[in-house]
C-alpha cells in the first residue's frame, strides 16, 4: 500500500521539459486552427496565471500574448507588482483594468451594499464574471483568444466560477495538478515566490484558498491523485492514515460540481403532429 508521500513523489516525478513541451504544441495548434492573432490572459501574480503566460509566450512569441491586470481595491500591492514584473520579463505587452468601477456600477443598479455580509460571495463571482468580459472585449478587439488558467487541482474540486474564470476558449494546463504546475512553472524560470506563493483567489478582501477547501494543495492534490488517477478506493485512501471524511469531502465537491464540467442540460425536440 503506497504513503501519501509515495503518491506525492509519484506526482511530481514528471519530465517538465517535455511537459512543457507538449501543452506549447497544444496552444500553438488551438490558436492556429481557430484562426487567432494570439492570446489573452488574465495576470493576476499567481501561479497559474503566471504558468499559462509563460508557456503562451514560449508556444507564441511575446508579440501575440497580451496580459490584463485587473485588480480590485483589496488585491494586494505585491500581486500586481509580481504580475508586472513576470509581463516584462517575458516581454508581454499589457493592459491594466481595475474592477472595482465596474463592480461598483452593478452593485449600484442592483441595489447592493458591497459591504453586505450577505452578498459577499455573490459579489465574488461577479468579480470573476466582470474580468471574464473584460478579458473577452480585449480578445474581441484583436482577434485574440481567451487562455484559461485553470489546473487539474481546481477542475476535480469545481474551485473556480461558472462563467467567470471557467469561461474561456481553452484550458492549457488543466490536465496539471497544483503543485505540479508550481514544479513545471519553476522548471520554466518563474520566481519561486510566485511559483509557491499560497493560493488565493482575492475575489473579497483577505479571501484565501484555504478558507474554502478542506486542506491546502499540498495535500489535497495526492489525494485527488490517488482518486482520480490510481483509482484507489475510499477505503484505500483511509489505510493511508487519511481522515474519512476528508476523502468523503472531496468526492462529494467532485459530484456537486460536476454541471460546471458539463453542458447545460437541453430540454427535449418538439414533437411534431400525426
Request: charged share 25%; net charge neutral; hydrophobic share 40%.
Amino acid at each position: 500500500m503506497p504513503s501519501l508521500k509515495n503518491l506525492t513523489d509519484e506526482m511530481l516525478r514528471l519530465d517538465y521539459g517535455r511537459t512543457a513541451e507538449e501543452v506549447e504544441k497544444f496552444i500553438k495548434s488551438v490558436v492556429w486552427s481557430a484562426g487567432a492573432s494570439g492570446v489573452v490572459v488574465g495576470l493576476s501574480g499567481g501561479v497559474d496565471s503566471s504558468a499559462v503566460a509563460a508557456l503562451c509566450t514560449r508556444a507564441l512569441k511575446a508579440e501575440r500574448v497580451l496580459g490584463v491586470i485587473m485588480p480590485a481595491e483589496f488585491t494586494p500591492a505585491q500581486d500586481v507588482e509580481d504580475a508586472e514584473n513576470l509581463a516584462e520579463t517575458l516581454g508581454v505587452r499589457t493592459v491594466k483594468a481595475p474592477i472595482k468601477p465596474v463592480v461598483d456600477s452593478f452593485a449600484k443598479q442592483l441595489g447592493v451594499d458591497t459591504s453586505d455580509a450577505s452578498a459577499r460571495m455573490a459579489l465574488a463571482n461577479l468579480r470573476a464574471r466582470v474580468r471574464m468580459s473584460i478579458l473577452y472585449f480585449h480578445a474581441n478587439m484583436h482577434n485574440l483568444l481567451v487562455a484559461g488558467t485553470g489546473d487539474r487541482s481546481e477542475l476535480l474540486l469545481g474551485y473556480y466560477t461558472k462563467y467567470g474564470d471557467a469561461g474561456v476558449d481553452f484550458l492549457p494546463v488543466v490536465g496539471i495538478y497544483k503543485t505540479q504546475l508550481r514544479h513545471l512553472s519553476k522548471h520554466l524560470g518563474i520566481p519561486e515566490n510566485i511559483a509557491f506563493k499560497p493560493s488565493s483567489p482575492q475575489l473579497y478582501p483577505g479571501h484565501r484558498a484555504v478558507d474554502e477547501l478542506p486542506a491546502d494543495y499540498d495535500l489535497l492534490d495526492p489525494l485527488l491523485y490517488a482518486l482520480f488517477d490510481k483509482a484507489m478506493k475510499i477505503e484505500q485512501v483511509v489505510e493511508m492514515g487519511v481522515d474519512r471524511r476528508l476523502v468523503e469531502e472531496l468526492l462529494q465537491r467532485y459530484d456537486r460540481s460536476r454541471h460546471k464540467r458539463e453542458m447545460p442540460p437541453a430540454g427535449p425536440r418538439p414533437i411534431p403532429l400525426p
